[in-house]
């Protein structure tokens, strides 16, 4: 069975890389994607199992990115992980009501992140 894909989304380089290191090791093949455009470029690209989306990006911040993924018939039902240092409420609700699956806030642990993850990949989830 061919490993799921997962995209990172995430603008600081050292986050992308440590999630995507933690990934490989749970035996995820790992596309990253240092802002939304990059991300759409992935996608386009790659059509990969689940995303992982930081929140608080430069020029389009996840939220955006979320919705304009929703809208695309490929991708709206596309598992997404939103990925935020804000664990308010309203993060929280925005974030649900703009479509995303899951919510994980940061710093969080290689486990935290993996059982989420297999929550949407692993057969039987």
Same mark, same amino acid.
């Given at each position: ?41 992935? +996608? ?8 992982? #989306?930081?929140?608080? %990006?430069? *020029?389009? =911040?996840? !939220? ?18 939103? +990925? ?8 929280? #609700?925005?974030?649900? %009501?703009? *479509?995303? =699956?899951? !919510? ?22």
């Amino acid at each position: 069975i061919p490993a799921k894909t997962i995209l990172v989304v995430e603008d600081s380089a050292i986050t992308r890389k440590v999630i995507a290191k933690i990934l490989m090791g749970g035996g995820y093949t790992v596309l990253e994607a240092e802002n939304g455009m990059a991300a759409f470029a992935q +996608l386009s690209e790659n059509k990969p199992d689940m995303m992982l #989306l930081d929140i608080v %990006m430069p *020029g389009i =911040d996840g !939220y955006k990115v979320l919705s304009m993924i929703r809208k695309h018939d490929t991708f709206k039902h596309l598992p997404v992980i939103m +990925l935020t240092s804000r664990d308010g409420l309203l993060d929280k #609700l925005r974030g649900r %009501m703009g *479509g995303s =699956d899951e !919510y994980l806030t940061k710093p969080f642990t290689a486990e935290q992140l993996l059982e989420k993850v297999s929550k949407y990949l692993l057969p039987g989830h």
